[in-house]
């Protein structure tokens, strides 16, 4: 079974430009969650996808900013970026937490490496 | 509102010692489901254990194993006769029910734990 793929693997993008990442879940899996591993701010959940649906999001400004497409699989785009937006997007998928029961184990990807120069 | 704390920033030890990683956490639900995952240089997490917050048991998976005492909020992990293929940063991780449904199902990860196993 294949597991969850990212791309690119890695991006560089200059300050000001938009970056679009890319993850395609777990055959079945509906749920997809996005996260940042800064260096030195540790893993931080981005941004939550149920059933084509943003579901949750976290503490970060809405340049960030995603959808999930019939398929499930899903985007995610931050605008006019930052240095500090430099990081390892790791793109996680689950069944549905949204009916069936909560607490299901997230599987990641190999993430995306944005370099913002 | 959830936290997870991982003391112990880096632990370097000599291959087959045993090495045990501490994780406290700290949540106001009574449902919750605690995750251990180990993120080698690749870079992508490895999922290793899931548990939820009504079921105390420790587990053992050759190795690997795990402590989970809900007295004092603590889920450690312990790997015996460790390998050089263990070196790795390890997460551990808090999901809760949250009060709103649709909360409840992000990770709320430690700081990460490095593993150094020299040979």
């Known amino acids: 079974e294949a597991g969850v793929t990212q791309s690119p693997t890695h991006l560089i993008k200059t300050r000001g430009q938009q970056a679009t990442l890319r993850c395609s879940p777990i055959?079945?899996?509906?749920?997809v969650y996005w996260y940042q591993q800064a260096l030195g701010l540790g893993l931080q959940f981005l941004l939550w996808?149920?059933?084509?649906?943003?579901?949750n999001r976290g503490n970060f400004p809405p340049r960030f900013s995603g959808r999930q497409f019939p398929n499930y699989s899903s985007e995610l785009n931050v605008n006019a970026l930052e240095l500090e937006d430099s990081a390892l997007y790791l793109c996680?998928?689950?069944?549905?937490?949204?009916?069936?029961?909560?607490?299901?184990?997230?599987?990641f990807g190999p993430g995306t490496r944005l370099t913002v120069t | 509102a959830q936290k997870v704390t991982q003391a112990q920033t880096e632990i370097s030890v000599v291959e087959k010692e045993d090495v045990t990683l501490d994780c406290v956490y700290e949540t106001r639900d009574t449902t919750y489901y605690l995750f251990w995952y180990k993120q080698p240089p690749s870079g992508e997490l490895v999922f290793l254990i899931r548990r939820n917050s009504f079921d105390e048991q420790n587990e053992i998976s050759g190795r690997y194993s795990w402590n989970f005492q809900k007295s004092t909020s603590s889920f450690n992990f312990t790997i015996t006769a460790s390998q050089v293929v263990d070196s790795a940063v390890y997460f551990c991780a808090l999901s809760d029910e949250g009060r709103i449904k649709a909360a409840g199902n992000k990770l709320t990860f430690g700081g990460g734990t490095r593993v150094l196993v020299k040979p």
């Open positions: 996680a998928s689950s069944s549905s937490g949204q009916r069936l029961r909560r607490g299901n184990e997230q599987y």
């Open positions: 996808y149920d059933e084509g649906e943003e579901r």
């Open positions: 055959s079945g899996h509906t749920s």
